[in-house]
């Protein structure tokens, strides 16, 4: 079985522009979160989708939003990029069952740099 | 808040000697208990999940969970060069709640 895959894995970008991050979970995985991985800041969540549906969301602005879509792939936006938003951006899935052996396998992830 | 503190290391044993790894949390209603194991540059990969006191044996690995001490543990026997990695702590309620991380344990085995 194919894992979890993201696109693109390395991106660019300069401050203020926005930028959209892909992520196609494992087949029949129904749940894709998302988290921001900084050297200081460690794994942060950003936000959980299952079924088309936000289910979870941390504690980050609202320059990041996300969409799921019916066959449960996701992707993640975030607007006005600042310098700050540098980091390492992994998605994982998981099939989204309300039960404490609920496991979530991650991506590869996207490397961003905002200069 | 959910908090999940972990001994930033770095840790560095010999090759063949046991690693330990220690990880406590905050949240008393914290059901599902994972170790994963992320290389420099890479993704974080599961090495073992836990839902129940006691250990849990597989491989070279053996997590154990104490959840009146609100503790939860890897031991890798037999440590090799390739273990050499940061290790995560994660923990959640459980089903739909989201994973708290800790901010990992850096692992050197040295040959």
């Known amino acids: 079985k194919a894992g979890v895959t993201q696109t693109p894995r390395y991106l660019i970008k300069t401050r203020g522009q926005q930028v959209t991050l892909s992520c196609s979970p494992i087949s029949g995985h129904r749940s894709v979160s998302w988290y921001q991985q900084t050297p200081g800041q460690g794994l942060q969540f950003l936000f959980e989708y299952f079924s088309e549906t936000q289910r979870n969301k941390g504690n980050f602005p609202g320059r990041f939003s996300g969409r799921q879509f019916s066959n449960s792939r996701s992707e993640m936006n975030v607007s006005t990029l600042e310098l700050g938003d540098s980091a390492l951006y992994l998605c994982a899935s998981s099939l989204g069952l309300a039960e404490i052996t609920d496991t979530q396998y991650f991506g590869p992830g996207t490397r961003l740099t905002v200069l | 808040q959910k908090e999940v503190e972990q001994n930033s290391g770095p840790l560095s044993v010999p090759e063949g000697a046991i690693a330990s790894l220690n990880c406590t949390y905050s949240?008393?209603?914290?059901?599902?208990f994972f170790w994963y194991r992320q290389y420099s540059g890479k993704s974080p990969e599961l090495i073992m999940s836990?839902?129940?006191?006691g250990d849990k044996e597989d491989g070279r690995f053996t997590a154990q969970l104490n959840k009146a001490s609100q503790y939860v543990s890897l031991l890798i026997r037999d440590s090799q060069p390739s273990d050499s990695a940061t290790y995560l702590c994660?923990?959640?309620?459980?089903?739909?709640?989201?994973?708290?991380f800790g901010k990992g344990t850096k692992l050197t085995v040295n040959p």
């Open positions: 836990i839902y129940s006191n």
């Open positions: 994660a923990v959640t309620g459980g089903g739909s709640e989201k994973l708290v």
């Open positions: 949240d008393r209603g914290s059901q599902s």
